[in-house]
């Protein structure tokens, strides 16, 4: 019980000691602190690094003014405390209780609330610059327009009574001043020097310039409300004021003025770095544009190689048969002038070849057989390796000699591969050939061809002979007429082998002849005669036409001009080709400049031009025939009747006089409806206004036919067969028409 009654007690006592010194002992230190040193809460603005700002790191407020005022305030007596005034203008927080001072002050102005303020005596002289834009010249000060920080509103007003010209304009922070600055909206910016050497260590201001000489020097003094209490402070600090040596004052500036202060944010930091960012930047687009053209460069090249892969044979690297089939097709269709032959070469025992000598002997025989070809063959020709031992190989037709050498050049070297190499293998090749027809180049079906040279092939190979046979020998025989029918026209022409035959053409009425036409005849040194219809089609065909024509019409004036020396007066037709009309070729100047040189009249020369041609290019064989008729020549369309436009060409084409071919009207089908035809066409062409002559006329009964429809113009071999010269020559004069 007693033991209870000391512990009650002992609690009370505890509970005291410890209420005294929770409670009444703070009240006991601020009184040992007042007399050591009583709290002056200073208000201060923290955006004007180095004269007041926050150190972040040591959790403060710190600068040139916190150290001339906490030393002129301990001097005082007083231990400060520095808080931001934070939104507040200087002028406002002097109205708030929170501050025992504020500052810094030029000189004493109202508190916001419009309460009187004094100040205290000057800490230092802060001097005030000018921030230009580079080196730009500036307007005198009075006429300055200058930007200053929202929160120097109280300094501005010092600036105005120290220049009354000068234009301020505020902003809130100093990036938007600077940005106003370098879009010239302000001449400068004003701020005090301490601040400018802050504020100018931010990387992106490095183009801005601050003015060298001060402009003014401001005050730097704290300020309060005109109360009893705050002059006693005034007057305190003053004091502590006073007893700053200006070597301290010095050396504070100089200590923070030369220290780092700019923190740099990301911002400064990217433009610091900016050049090295777009380096890096460029240099990573550059990589990337690499590996994505390296990227589809590869995928193109995959491509490339899977569709070479469908179009080649990867053993021999000859084309597959689907390639072969594409650049055949490609082939014949660009070139439809070249006399091509198509092989299909087998090996015939090439089975034995692989089970004696092994696949990879059989494989390498193949390379070689196709590299072999592949150095004969020209850009217009193919092979390809159809499957095993079978290949196909689009040659041209080059005649005997041709064939011989790739038997011996190719083919050969194929028989003999092994022996080469020492083995005692004779390689047996069959192969066929497939002579391309004129069919061939207008309906291109490779593997019908294909078909054709494989028949061939499987023929030679069941005769159990090697080498090769053709499909189709009459048109190799054909072909090799023609090759050289072409290839020797030059010669033809200086040698004489072509000849101008003509063939009269009479009028049926009076029996007399009225005119001739000029016929090619070929007497070829080994073919012997060649009809014109043999070798005018190649000839047109290879653009070699015109060498003829203007040949016969060379001669034809000469025999003209000939007879016209011996008073005979004749006029002749000659035949002008599709192909001899071009949009470079000036006919009509040339048919002129010919008769000219000649001495002879336009009216002796005729000119036959194929109805088929105006059908095929009517623009320009009618502005070659309208100029034919300036020049006064005769125009006639040849073989009408034989064309599918006939009827419509007759009213679009201007010439002089219809050339009826009768063959095409009465050699085959009804003879009686074909007379009907020709009877009509003759009233027809005569409606017209035109004339007409009708060649092909065979009998009497035919000829007797068209005088009585009223066509009486005729040519035909009832009447005389085509003639040489000399032949003409010894027909009676009075069979000519004078
Ligand atoms: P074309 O101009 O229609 O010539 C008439 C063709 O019919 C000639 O054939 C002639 O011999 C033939 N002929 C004439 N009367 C009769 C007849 O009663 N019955 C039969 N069955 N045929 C008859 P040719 O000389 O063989 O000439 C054929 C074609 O070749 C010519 O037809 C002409 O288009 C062309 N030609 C001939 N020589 C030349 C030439 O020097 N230059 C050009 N560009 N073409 C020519
Ligand atoms: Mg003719
Ligand atoms: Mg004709």
């Not at 020396?565 to 000659?574: C, D, F, L, N, T």
């Not at 036959?608 to 006639?636: C, R, S």
């Not at 002089?656 to 066409?681: A, C, P």
Request: aromatic share 10%.
């Amino acid at each position: 019980m007693k033991i209870t009654v000391f512990g009650k007690r002992r609690r009370i006592i505890l509970f005291c000691v410890l209420f005294f010194f929770c409670c009444l002992m703070p009240a006991v230190l601020s009184h040992a602190e007042g007399e050591n040193g009583e709290v002056l809460t200073v208000g201060v603005p923290v955006d004007r690094c180095p004269v007041f700002y926050e150190d972040e790191e040591r959790g403060e407020i710190v600068g040139i003014g916190v150290d001339l005022m906490r030393t002129a305030a301990e001097n005082a007596g007083y231990k400060t405390v520095f808080k931001s005034i934070g939104d507040k203008t200087l002028r406002e927080a002097l109205d708030d209780p929170a501050f025992d001072v504020v500052m810094p002050f030029g000189s004493a102005l109202p508190s916001a609330a419009g309460k009187e303020t004094i100040v205290s005596d000057n800490l230092m002289q802060t001097p005030f610059t000018l921030l230009t834009n580079g080196h730009r010249g500036i307007p005198k000060l009075n006429e300055l327009k200058v930007g200053m920080l929202s929160s120097l509103s109280s300094g501005a007003e010092t600036v105005r009574q120290l220049y009354p010209g000068m234009e301020i304009v505020f902003y809130d922070t100093m990036d938007e001043a600077v940005k106003a600055l370098r879009s010239d909206k302000v001449d400068a910016l004003l701020h005090n020097s301490y601040v400018w050497s802050y504020v100018l260590q931010k990387p992106s201001y490095g183009d801005l310039e601050v003015k060298p000489s001060a402009m003014f020097s401001m005050d730097f003094r704290a300020g309060t409300q005109d109360t009893p209490e705050g002059r006693v402070i005034i007057d305190r600090l003053n004091g502590g004021i006073a007893s700053l040596s200006d070597t301290y004052r010095e050396a504070v500036v100089l200590d923070y003025t030369t220290r780092k202060l700019y923190r740099l944010t990301l911002y400064d930091r990217i433009y610091e770095n900016r050049w090295g960012i777009v380096l890096v930047g460029l240099l990573l687009v550059a990589v990337i544009l690499i590996a994505d053209f390296r990227r589809r460069a590869l995928r193109l090249e995959q491509e490339k190689e899977v569709l070479w892969l469908e179009d080649h044979d990867s053993l021999t690297g000859a084309l597959s048969l689907a390639g072969f089939r594409k650049k055949v097709e490609e082939l014949l269709r660009s070139h439809p002038d070249i006399p091509y032959l198509l092989a299909y070469v087998n090996i015939k025992n090439f089975k034995f070849v692989n089970d004696s000598l092994g696949m990879k002997a059989g494989d390498e025989l193949l390379r070689y057989w196709v590299k072999r070809t592949q150095q004969t063959l020209s850009e217009e020709e193919a092979v390809c390796r159809i499957e095993s031992d079978h290949v196909a190989v689009l040659r041209h037709a080059g005649g005997e000699e041709k064939l011989h050498r790739d038997d011996q050049e190719v083919i050969d070297s194929v028989r003999e591969f092994f022996l080469d190499l020492g083995k005692e293998n004779r390689v047996q090749i069959c192969g066929g050939l497939y002579v391309l027809t004129p069919k061939d180049y207008q309906r291109i079906d490779v593997d019908h061809m294909l078909d054709c040279a494989r028949i061939a092939e499987k023929e030679v190979r069941e005769a159990k002979v090697d080498g090769y046979g053709f499909y189709n020998p009459e048109e190799w025989e054909r072909g090799k007429r023609v090759a050289d029918v072409v290839g020797r026209l030059p010669v033809a022409l200086r040698s004489g082998e072509i000849q101008i035959w003509y063939q009269p053409q009479v009028d049926y009425i009076t029996g007399k002849i009225t005119g001739l036409e000029a016929l090619s005849r070929w007497n070829h040194s080994t073919l012997g005669w060649i009809p014109p219809g043999e070798f005018i089609p190649e000839l047109e065909e290879t653009g070699l036409i015109y060498d003829l024509d203007s040949y016969v019409w060379e001669h034809v004036c000469r025999d003209l001009k000939h007879w016209k020396e011996q008073g005979i007066h004749r006029s002749a037709s000659v035949n002008l080709s599709r192909s001899d009309i071009r949009e470079d070729r000036d006919i009509s100047g040339h048919f002129q400049d010919l008769i000219k040189s000649h001495g002879l009249s336009p009216d002796q020369f005729r000119i036959e031009i194929t109805e088929t041609a105006f059908a095929k290019d009517p623009e320009l064989l009618i502005h070659t025939t309208e100029e034919l008729k300036k020049l006064g020549f005769q125009v006639e369309m040849d073989d009408f009747g034989s064309g599918y436009s006939s009827l419509h060409m007759l009213k679009e084409v201007p010439v002089d006089r219809i050339k009826l071919d009768l063959h095409f009207l009465t050699e085959t089908g009804d003879v009686k409806k074909g007379q009907i035809i020709v009877g009509y066409m003759i009233q027809m062409v005569r409606s017209l206004g035109m004339s007409m002559i009708v060649e092909g006329v065979e009998t009497k009964e035919q000829a007797e036919f068209l005088k009585e429809r009223g066509c009486s113009e005729m040519q035909g071999f009832y009447f005389h067969k085509p003639m040489s010269k000399e032949d003409l020559e010894q027909l009676p004069a009075e069979d000519f028409q004078n």
